[in-house]
């Protein structure tokens, strides 16, 4: 009896230290303010029931996070989304009765959690830029030189990007948020993300490809983080078209924005194994075999900033919220 007791003791060790290994404890991903997650380009909340950012609202509020997800509009400057998204930390703020959020922001969300943080600092405790937009894309610029203003072709691409927004919207319940696609690409270009910056530059690296300041003097943090690989798994469909796209870059990419253009404060790190898919864990889960899971790289985060900000959470309940506004 007394050797059994010693051998369920040695288990309940084990899996603790397991636990403690992997990040899967009670309180591990539980921040003092709450987390809002912010899509990119064609982006939605859920997509007839799937996640953009797939499964990770959940593995954060499983360990203790508040979690929001931000609906804005698939296709719109970075202002203008900027302005939807201020709307909606407002709300969260009013829900929770927390003083302040951590916008987390994937490739478009990076410089559109970055707009609100520039004008209303007093509401954000971090921004962090995963596979973010923020020097430009060569992809947009590509698309931008290859299509002439005004010219038959942009308006038969406007159409074509309008009727997709336009089935985002029916599917995830955000059809009657404004799109305007040229307005997007325009943003996204490097000449578009230069006159960005020049308004809204806390967190941007002044040199060409090292870190930015860690704490903005508006008191903000900034962190980053992306992939560097376009084709990761065999499985994954998505894969071949990453590859594609990531051919019109001469540095190392995630298939549509190159690794120096998506730093910002603090580097977390700028070469994981991902295109710009994995590192919102899509498709559907499927990523590198020999890489860090994309959810981990969020926890850990989570933790991080759980550190940051203070040793006390706060204390909401932990929950995955869509917020529509």
């Given at each position: 009896?007394?050797?059994?007791?010693?051998?369920?003791?040695?288990?309940?060790?084990?899996?603790?230290?397991?636990?403690?290994?992997?990040?899967?404890?009670?309180?591990?991903?539980?921040?003092?303010?709450?987390?809002?997650?912010?899509?990119?380009l064609?982006?939605?909340?859920?997509?007839?029931?799937?996640?953009?950012?797939?499964?990770?609202?959940?593995?954060?509020?499983?360990?203790?996070?508040?979690?929001?997800v931000?609906?804005?509009?698939?296709?719109?400057?970075?202002?203008?989304?900027?302005?939807?998204?201020?709307?909606?930390?407002?709300?969260?703020?009013?829900v929770?009765g927390?003083q302040?959020?951590?916008?987390?922001?994937?490739?478009?969300?990076?410089?559109?959690?970055?707009?609100?943080?520039?004008?209303a600092?007093e509401?954000v405790?971090s921004?962090?830029?995963?596979?973010g937009?923020?020097?430009?894309?060569?992809v947009?610029?590509?698309?931008?030189?290859?299509?002439?203003?005004?010219s038959?072709?942009?308006a038969?691409?406007?159409?074509?990007?309008?009727?997709?927004?336009?089935?985002?919207?029916?599917?995830?319940?955000g059809?009657?948020?404004p799109q305007?696609?040229?307005?997007?690409?325009?943003?996204?270009?490097?000449?578009?993300?230069?006159?960005?910056?020049a308004h809204?530059?806390?967190?941007?690296?002044?040199?060409?490809?090292?870190?930015?300041d860690s704490?903005?003097?508006?008191?903000?943090?900034?962190?980053?983080?992306?992939?560097?690989?376009?084709?990761?798994?065999?499985?994954?469909?998505?894969?071949?078209?990453?590859?594609?796209?990531?051919?019109?870059?001469?540095?190392?990419n995630?298939?549509?924005?190159g690794?120096?253009?998506?730093?910002?404060?603090?580097?977390?790190?700028?070469?994981?194994?991902?295109?710009?898919?994995?590192e919102?864990?899509?498709?559907?889960?499927?990523?590198?075999?020999?890489?860090?899971?994309?959810?981990?790289?969020?926890?850990?985060?989570?933790?991080?900033?759980?550190?940051?900000?203070?040793?006390?959470?706060?204390?909401?309940?932990?929950?995955?919220v869509?917020?529509?506004?």
């Amino acid at each position: 009896m007394k050797r059994i007791s010693l051998l369920i003791l040695c288990v309940a060790i084990a899996l603790n230290a397991q636990a403690k290994l992997f990040g899967h404890q009670s309180g591990y991903t539980q921040t003092k303010y709450p987390i809002v997650l912010v899509h990119g380009l064609f982006g939605f909340d859920s997509l007839a029931g799937f996640d953009y950012f797939y499964g990770i609202p959940q593995t954060l509020s499983k360990d203790g996070a508040t979690v929001f997800v931000a609906q804005i509009s698939a296709t719109n400057s970075s202002e203008v989304r900027g302005e939807q998204l201020l709307t909606q930390v407002e709300n969260v703020l009013a829900v929770t009765g927390a003083q302040k959020v951590n916008l987390i922001g994937h490739s478009h969300g990076a410089p559109t959690a970055r707009y609100v943080a520039s004008v209303a600092p007093e509401m954000v405790a971090s921004v962090t830029s995963v596979g973010g937009v923020n020097k430009g894309s060569k992809v947009a610029d590509l698309v931008r030189s290859t299509v002439p203003e005004d010219s038959a072709a942009e308006a038969i691409a406007v159409k074509l990007a309008g009727g997709l927004t336009t089935l985002i919207g029916l599917l995830s319940g955000g059809s009657d948020l404004p799109q305007d696609g040229l307005s997007s690409l325009a943003a996204l270009t490097t000449e578009g993300s230069v006159a960005f910056n020049a308004h809204y530059p806390e967190g941007v690296p002044t040199s060409t490809c090292g870190d930015g300041d860690s704490q903005a003097d508006n008191g903000v943090y900034y962190y980053s983080w992306t992939g560097t690989s376009t084709y990761t798994n065999v499985l994954d469909p998505a894969d071949p078209a990453m590859l594609i796209l990531g051919l019109a870059f001469d540095e190392p990419n995630d298939g549509l924005v190159g690794q120096c253009s998506t730093h910002l404060g603090k580097v977390i790190g700028d070469d994981y194994k991902m295109n710009h898919l994995d590192e919102i864990n899509g498709l559907l889960g499927i990523h590198h075999l020999f890489e860090t899971d994309p959810k981990t790289l969020y926890r850990q985060h989570a933790n991080r900033l759980q550190l940051q900000g203070s040793s006390h959470a706060n204390d909401n309940p932990s929950a995955y919220v869509l917020v529509r506004c």
